[in-house]
């Protein structure tokens, strides 16, 4: 038989009557697929927009998706996942969920029952099997669980880092310095949160919203931020609040002690001119 081919069944059935009659039919054929299905993507998670998951926080889900799988000759019959894990990141793989049977109309798959802990390394095979039966298996590049904010180092008030002002005289702006570090998954992320302390009473202030925050930007290696377009008040504190989020979606928020906002000169109490008094 040769590959791409198309066989099929004739039956011929015959009476015993002297006058012999009989009756033909055929089969709907087979087609011969000598060829494995066409090779696609398989991610680790389910995120929007095909995004591959390198770290998480989740210690109960594992899930991941695929496309772009096909097969022209016979298509595919359906698809296949396990899950293995390593344990502490140790480099040694254990099953953890044999493969599970998937229609090939699915595109993903997401569990919420597992037990997974901190630097946990697991990984996603897809076994793709066409309708002649032939199979090939794609792994993920597998993600990490990190269960650990990001370390704080240094944090303060001013943009000199190591340094804390305690007061200022700008009446719009506002600025930190911080340090953070993250071991296990890396930094995300930087965020913000401005507060203000006015006759005695606490509450944010930027962003207007209480709760929202201000990302930063993708830049992990800055180490200090300003903020402007502000409005200060004289003689309230300032405090900034930093978020430090990891790729594994945890965040570490501290704040800044404040500084008090004085834009007043000295006031002179007296002022002695002339030659001092001997003791």
Do not use: C
Not at 89 to 113: E, H, K, M
Not at 137 to 147: A, E, V
Not at 238 to 250: E, P, Q, T
Request: charged residues 20%.
């Amino acid at each position: 038989l040769e590959h791409g081919k198309t066989y099929y069944t004739i039956v011929w059935a015959y009476n015993g009557a002297i006058t012999q009659q009989k009756v033909a039919a055929i089969s709907n054929g087979v087609t011969v697929d000598l060829t494995k299905p066409v090779s696609g993507e398989v991610i680790d998670g389910t995120e929007d927009g095909f995004r591959d998951v390198d770290f998480s926080s989740s210690t109960a889900t594992v899930g991941a998706q695929w496309r772009g799988f096909s097969d022209p000759e016979s298509g595919i019959r359906q698809y296949e996942v396990q899950v293995k894990i390593d344990r502490n990141n140790t480099g040694s793989y254990q099953l953890a969920r044999d493969w599970s049977l998937f229609t090939n109309d699915t595109d993903s798959v997401q569990w919420v029952n597992f037990h997974l802990k901190h630097k946990d390394r697991v990984k996603i095979s897809l076994k793709t099997t066409n309708n002649a039966l032939n199979s090939i298996q794609n792994d993920t590049t597998g993600f990490i669980i990190d269960l650990t904010p990001a370390v704080l180092i240094s944090l303060g008030d001013g943009i000199i880092k190591g340094k804390d002002r305690t007061f200022q005289s700008d009446l719009t702006s506002l600025s930190s310095n911080f340090e953070f570090i993250d071991e296990e998954s890396g930094l995300d992320h930087f965020k913000i949160q401005i507060y203000q302390n006015h006759e005695g009473v606490r509450s944010q202030i930027y962003p207007a919203k209480f709760g929202e925050w201000k990302s930063l930007g993708n830049d992990i290696t800055i180490q200090h931020h300003t903020e402007t377009g502000l409005t200060l008040h004289q003689g309230s504190m300032y405090s900034m609040r930093v978020g430090a989020v990891n790729k594994a979606g945890f965040v570490a928020a501290f704040e800044t002690n404040g500084v008090v906002i004085d834009t007043t000169p000295p006031i002179v109490h007296w002022l002695h001119v002339g030659s001092l008094a001997a003791d």
